[in-house]
């Protein structure tokens, strides 16, 4: 099993950044993938971006170009990059772990909201 912490959400004024850390312990060498969902107010939760073990990275379209997933073996932390940040960003961001087992491991989640 893993567990996972969040931390970095906030409010930022529209076109700022932030940055979403995600610290994972337990079995890490069991995780598949990782990655961050995100659910805005009255909406279904959506994948936002996620990166693989082995290094591969995917994003959701509207975050291309904007968010960057990266990780840091060494601290077994994965973030999350936002920049150029929009209300349409706003939103509870949940940290995820796939282990290879299949199952599914969530973060607390942290609030992003940005100002306009």
């Known amino acids: 099993q893993v567990q996972l912490v969040e931390s970095g959400g906030g409010l930022v004024q529209a076109g700022g950044s932030l940055r979403l850390s995600c610290a994972v312990s337990?079995?890490?060498?069991?995780?598949?993938?990782m990655g961050w969902y995100r659910q805005a107010p009255g909406k279904q939760r959506e994948l936002v971006a996620f990166i693989t073990s082995g290094g591969t990275t995917n994003y959701a379209d509207p975050v291309k170009g904007r968010f960057t997933i990266s990780r840091v073996n060494a601290k077994n932390t994965v973030y999350l990059q936002m920049n150029s940040l929009k209300p349409d960003d706003i939103a509870v961001y949940y940290c995820?772990?796939?282990?290879?087992?299949?199952?599914?491991?969530w973060g607390q989640g942290t609030q992003v909201t940005v100002s306009s």
């Open positions: 337990g079995s890490v060498f069991s995780i598949n993938a």
């Open positions: 995820y772990a796939r282990l290879r087992a299949g199952t599914v491991t």
